[in-house]
């Protein structure tokens, strides 16, 4: 099992900036993909940004060159810093690591830190 917990989430004004940090423990060999996602009342989980065990990274279209992911694997860490923030930026934002072996996938996700951008 893999646990994951996030923190930096809060309130920042519009234009602000953010930086969410995500603690993975526990069974965490051969973790291919970490990243995150994020869940505004009413709406679905969606993919914000992933990063691979390569370095590769994917970013959803309304964050692209605004946030920014990157890990530390001496610290079993992954980093989401975010700019220019906006009113629908707001969520809860919650990591995600992944395994893949072969056509096997185990996915994990934290229990998310909230994000709010208000004036």
């Known amino acids: 099992q893999v646990q994951l917990v996030e923190s930096g989430g809060g309130l920042v004004q519009p234009g602000g900036s953010l930086r969410l940090s995500c603690a993975a423990s526990?069974?965490?060999?051969?973790?291919?993909?970490m990243g995150w996602g994020r869940q505004a009342p009413g709406k679905q989980r969606e993919l914000v940004a992933a990063?691979?065990?390569?370095?590769?990274?994917n970013y959803a279209d309304s964050v692209k060159g605004r946030f920014t992911i990157s890990r530390d694997n001496a610290k079993n860490t992954v980093y989401l810093q975010m700019n220019s923030l906006k009113p629908e930026d707001t969520a809860v934002y919650y990591c995600?690591?992944?395994?893949?072996?072969?056509?096997?996938?185990?996915?994990?996700w934290g229990q998310g830190t909230q994000v709010t951008v208000s004036s």
């Open positions: 995600h690591a992944r395994r893949v072996s072969g056509d096997y996938v185990e996915g994990y």
């Open positions: 526990g069974s965490i060999f051969s973790i291919n993909v």
């Open positions: 990063i691979h065990s390569g370095g590769s990274t």
